[in-house]
């Protein structure tokens, strides 16, 4: 650990050192050190105190703030490292939870209370810190801040699947501790102990006019440095973006945050504003102690954005016009860096969404807080995938970059360009490749049908070249792409070889075997930050996602038996530790008994029949989430699915009281059904309306169709045709191919299983298989078209990947007996291949983040193994009950040709 590291903890053992008669002790942990008694807090809950800090005010915060609590023997807990400290205050970090760099838990009366927050307000009074937006602050301007919230709390694992410490409600209710972006303490909560009089935030928006003169229409995004807004000038009409910039946020070891970097970007925009490829510059204010910077609003897109409009990979070809206006947009890219460079400045980050993109295909260049002078001092900042190698080990401050890393920022850009994915790769262990080649390799895989690709591979590989020194320069990439002509498209398959197929599949699953730690009574595998506190058991992110790819797993690989084996006992002995069931089949407990059933069936293991068998019957069958995910309708899934496999009536029975609830939760409305989910419960996903398979319509639909076929109940199938109405009504076509929202307030078109096209496919191919309409196979099909289309640009995962629309194809292929939508999915598993990394010589593909390694179903290897071995050897999709199929109907296998 560096001097940095240590420099916080070694100021709270100071502290201790002082009051060495209370017998306290400082326990690190993951991201805090906790200050408490030997027996720990005893409180569940109440007013607790927050300070926030700077990085560089926090060692002088916690020391006198430490001296006043452990005075009044107050437990209390602190980030342990400045570097921690400057995350809290960052970009990134959740508005709930933004600038609470030390909670103290009081365990007094509201008069010591009182007495102990002023104290602490004295104590840190003029020391820099930012404002903490989910709690109220003690007095105008002070560090210390409050809210009602968990001391200790009650944990428990919450409605979505995470464990949280939840709070008592005066009728005994167990209700989540929410961390909101603004004070919003109980209904039930005490007395606020200082401020009794204070009016609540307001629950409808008010309109807001900034400095007399910019009224705010739209907010394009949140983050708990500021806001950036859309708005509109009242005095000359003209549309702005409006940046703000809150005090003390993002703050750095230079003593600088977001306002200097706002303020030096104000003025970039105004030394640029001559050249015409930058926004012009508006205006610079202060108001209630936060600075805004106000500039023209682009007619235009991002180009990340425009990227995605304008790519048509349906045959590799990853551009729909002339090759050429590709070029020239590389071209102007190049002209925007020369611009940066000639004008006496270096970029630390220029990818895609640096740049925006005008209906004449003319560039500017956005965001100018990144550019500095060669040499001077700066905070490191980079968008992972697009920074140069030599960024990455950086000092967090230090000097600007040399031109070079903006060069391999370009041909980061350039690889975007042509292929619509991000050039993100996990890391090699040990490194046996350099990025180069592995961005060339898989440039290779996309070039055979990809003119774009063909003609800047050598371009965009010189770039991203990991020695600074053989990048080419601007001037020589200007050339290049004048001179470059793409090699003639090969003749060759763009499906994955057997042989790549195989060593995919073995490694894998060897990996999987490998990384497995049976002693650790927490989690099976490692997870990555994004899963921590989820529920280990699980098929979403635990062992039993995990366990479910490993039997499907052993059709192929024999050898798999044994971690099976390891996997089934580990998941058996954790789960009666948990006493709450879920219902959900991916979040829930439902997945849990059904990955143990089936491996009970592998093994021939009666105990884990038995143990399945026993938490099935104890999974909720209603509840206010009617989804698949998390609720009601993976819950029926999974009874059918046991009263396929035992034969019990009780399974059919519980079947069909789900079926009966997700008829009476029902929303009947303007021709179409939905199911919202209760927009009282406790869960990040209340009151909202999807129409997707993990949250909406479509899952819900696939549950009602199999529980029709399974108990003969009309009613059920009925239903499951208003939903396959419904998503018929809503769909959206482009060239062919079939998109839906993912929800209700017209989100995004995608084409994932989660929310978008591959999961309602999936639903209406087996509405199909029941009805035998072709309406319902001519969405699949064209769903597959959109599916085809975005190989190149999604991630690997189950969930919103290319494993779950892999899956999807592979369901087309057998349903129809079309073989075409079997090579369909070998081209997505060959936009797979090349995203892979090498562990210890094995070849591993990398989670949804594009750069780790992840054991889960979701989101992670599993997932993408479960599709991969499908794929090769066949079987039915993991998580779907046989009542789904209803015998195949060949006669209308024709449907497959129409909506190309």
């Known amino acids: 650990m560096t001097v940095d590291d240590l420099l916080l903890i070694d100021c709270a053992q100071a502290a201790l050192a002082r009051h060495d008669g209370l017998g306290w002790q400082a326990r690190p942990d993951t991201f805090w050190c906790y200050v408490e008694p030997p027996g720990g807090r005893s409180v569940r809950q109440g007013w607790k105190l927050h ?21 009044r023997t107050c437990p209390f807990k602190f980030a342990k490292t400045l570097a921690e400290v400057e995350e809290l205050g960052s970009r990134l970090c959740n508005r709930g939870t933004g600038g609470k760099f ?28 930012p404002g903490i937006l989910s709690d109220r602050p003690y007095r105008p301007g002070s560090l210390v801040h409050y809210r009602f919230g968990v001391f200790t709390g009650v944990p428990m694992l919450g409605n979505d699947g995470s464990y949280e410490a939840m709070l008592i409600a005066p009728d005994g209710r167990l209700v989540p501790d929410e961390r909101k972006a603004w004070f919003s303490p109980p209904s039930w909560a005490s007395p606020d102990p200082f401020h009794p009089l204070a009016e609540a935030a307001p629950t409808v928006p008010r309109p807001v006019l900034l400095d007399g003169r910019y009224l705010v229409r739209k907010v394009i995004r949140h983050a708990f440095t500021g806001g950036v807004f859309l708005g509109s000038d009242q005095m000359t009409g003209a549309e702005v973006v409006i940046k703000q910039a809150r005090a003390h946020t993002g703050a750095g070891l230079d003593g600088q945050d977001i306002r200097d970097r706002r303020r030096h970007e104000a003025e970039l925009l105004a030394r640029f504003a001559p050249s015409g490829r930058t926004p012009h510059p508006v205006g610079v204010f202060e108001q209630q102690g936060d600075l805004f910077l106000v500039q023209e609003s682009l007619p235009g897109v991002s180009l990340r954005q425009w990227v995605r409009e304008n790519l048509e990979p349906d045959d590799g070809g990853a551009w729909g016009g002339p090759v050429s206006q590709l070029r020239d947009i590389a071209s102007e890219l190049v002209n925007l860096l020369r611009l940066v460079q000639d004008s006496g400045f270096v970029t630390q980050d220029f990818t895609p969404d640096n740049v925006m993109i005008l209906a004449n295909r003319e560039l500017r260049l956005i965001d100018l807080e990144q550019l500095a002078e060669p040499g001077t001092q700066v905070k490191r900042s980079h968008t992972p995938a697009y920074a140069a190698p030599e960024r990455l080990g950086a000092p967090p401050s230090g000097s600007a970059p040399a031109p070079s890393a903006a060069l391999y920022s370009l041909g980061a850009t350039l690889f975007y360009l042509v292929s619509g994915a991000d050039p993100a790769l996990p890391p090699d262990e040990p490194q046996e490749r350099t990025a180069a080649e592995r961005i060339a390799h898989w440039l290779q895989r996309i070039a055979p049908r990809n003119a774009a690709a063909r003609l800047m591979a050598p371009v965009i590989v010189a770039l991203m070249d990991a020695v600074p020194q053989r990048r ?6 200007r050339a290049l792409l004048v001179e470059a002509e793409g090699p003639e498209a090969r003749p060759t398959a763009s499906r994955i070889g057997d042989h790549d197929l195989d060593r995919l599949i073995s490694d894998g699953f060897a990996h999987l075997w490998d990384t497995m730690d049976p002693a650790d009574d927490q989690r099976l595998w490692p997870t990555g930050r994004n899963d921590r506190g989820t529920d280990p058991l699980n098929v979403q992110h635990g062992s039993a996602g995990v366990l479910g790819a490993l039997v499907r797993g052993c059709q192929g690989e024999p050898a798999l038996v044994e971690a099976v084996q390891a996997a089934a006992d580990w998941t058996a002995r954790r789960v009666g530790r948990e006493p709450r069931a879920l219902p959900g089949l991916y979040f829930g407990r439902s997945g849990t008994a059904w990955a143990l059933l089936e491996a009970g069936q592998l093994l021939g293991d009666d105990r884990l029949r038995r143990l399945a068998v026993d938490l099935a019957q104890r999974v909720p069958i209603r509840w206010p989430n009617p989804d698949v995910c998390h609720g009601t309708a993976g819950a029926g899934l999974t009874q059918l699915r046991f009263w396929e496999a035992t034969g019990g009536e009780q399974f059919l029975a519980r079947a069909r009281t789900a079926a009966e609830a ?19 419960f406790a869960s990040a996903l209340a009151g909202v309306v999807h129409y997707g398979f993990a949250h909406g319509v479509a899952g819900v639909g696939t549950f009602l169709l199999a529980a029709g076929n399974a108990t003969g109940e ?26 839906w929202p993912s929800d209700d307030k017209g989100g995004l078109l995608k084409t994932n299983w989660c929310s978008g096209s591959s999961g309602i496919g999936t639903f209406l191919i087996r509405m199909w298989q029941h009805s035998g309409e072709d309406r319902h196979a001519d969405l699949a099909v064209q769903a597959a078209l959109a599916v085809r289309r975005s190989r190149w640009h999604m991630g690997t995962c189950q969930c919103h990947g290319l494993a779950g629309d892999g899956d999807f194809l592979l369901d087309l292929a057998e349903l129809l007996g079309d073989k075409r939508y079997r090579e369909w999915a070998a081209e997505l598993a060959e936009s797979i291949q090349p995203r892979n990394a090498l562990r210890y010589g094995r070849m591993v593909l990398p989670d949804d983040t594009g750069s780790a390694v992840t054991a889960g179903f979701s989101t992670g290897l599993s997932g993408v193994l479960a599709f991969l071995t499908r794929l090769r050897d066949g079987g039915p999709r ?4 046989n009542s789904l199929m209803v015998g ?3 006669e209308l296998a024709a449907a497959s040709d129409r909506g190309e």
């Open 714 to 739: 009309p009613r059920y199938t009925e239903l499951a045709t208003s939903a396959a109405d419904t998503l018929g009504s809503l769909v959206r076509f482009d060239r062919g191919a079939a998109y």
């Open 888 to 890: 195949p109907r060949p």
């Open 472 to 477: 080419p320069g601007l001037d020589a990439v």
């Open 102 to 129: 030390l909670t103290a838990y009081p365990e007094c009366d509201q008069e010591e209370l009182g007495e102990l927050a002023e104290e602490l307000h004295r104590a840190t009074a003029g020391l820099p810190g």
């Open 51 to 71: 300070l926030s800090a700077t990085p560089l005010s926090a060692p002088l915060v916690l020391a006198r703030a430490a001296d006043v609590l452990l005075r």
């Open 878 to 881: 993991l998580w779907l009950p």
């Open 662 to 680: 997700l008829a009476t939760a029902a929303e009947h409305g303007g021709g179409q059904v939905r199911w919202p989910i209760a927009a009282d």
